[in-house]
């Protein structure tokens, strides 16, 4: 059974910082698609950065200079350290990974006070 699992989402003070991660079983995270999401209340689920299976990474314009997606390819799993966190990073953040189908995580709430 597939499952990926995310951790370490935590309410902070702006200009804090976090690092989630992204935890598999069932799959290899290694040489595949793997994204950071997030959802924010009355808002769209937008993506904030990925990282391809060649190692390959993007980002949104608004976590450049902040985030760093990264693979752990022996702990099978995905981080994103959050440095400079603002209150608009405030939402819920899921992983998806990409391995022939399409798989989510449950999500961790990060919660970042002015």
């Known amino acids: 059974q597939v499952q990926l699992v995310e951790s370490g989402g935590d309410l902070v003070q702006a200009g804090g910082s976090l690092r989630l991660s992204c935890a598999a079983s069932?799959?290899?995270?290694?040489?595949?698609?793997v994204a950071w999401y997030r959802q924010a209340p009355g808002k769209q689920r937008e993506l904030v950065s990925a990282?391809?299976?060649?190692?390959?990474?993007n980002y949104a314009d608004s976590v450049k200079g902040r985030f760093t997606i990264s693979r752990d390819t022996a702990a099978n799993t995905v981080y994103l350290q959050m440095n400079n966190l603002k209150p608009e990073d405030t939402a819920v953040y899921y992983c998806?990974?990409?391995?022939?189908?399409?798989?989510w995580g449950q999500g961790t709430q990060v919660t970042v006070s002015a």
């Open positions: 998806k990974a990409r391995v022939v189908y399409e798989y």
């Open positions: 069932g799959i290899s995270l290694w040489g595949n698609f």
């Open positions: 990282i391809t299976g060649g190692g390959t990474t």
